[in-house]
Nanobody
């Protein structure tokens, strides 16, 4: 069993920055992919960034603005969000892929004001 606890986010002005953190507990290993997804009101949940042993992957909408990183000793994954836009407003969820199981955090709200 894995639990994910997110922190960070909140209200940010357009052009600003914020950092999300996610700490995992349980049997998660460095080879298990972890990532961030987001869901805006009325829209489907979408992948933002993923980090795995093979590297990182980003959604086109955030490339060059967001950076995902991971600290395996702390079982943590981070999302540095720069040059934020109002369209980045969403609930951000941490994800851990332990195929065939998948775990989600409770979500943290990021609101970008124009």
């Amino acid at each position: 069993q894995v639990q994910l606890v997110e922190s960070g986010g909140g209200l940010v002005q357009a052009g600003g920055s914020t950092r999300l953190s996610c700490v995992a507990s349980g049997n998660i290993f460095s080879f298990n992919p972890m990532g961030w997804y987001r869901q805006a009101p009325g829209k489907a949940r979408e992948m933002v960034a993923i980090v795995s042993s093979g590297g990182t992957k980003y959604a086109d909408a955030v490339k060059g603005r967001f950076t995902i990183s991971r600290d395996n000793d702390k079982k943590a994954v981070y999302l540095q969000m720069n040059s934020l836009k109002p369209e980045d407003t969403a609930v951000y969820y941490c994800n851990a892929d332990l195929t065939p199981w998948e775990y989600w955090g409770q979500g943290t709200q990021v609101t970008v004001s124009s």
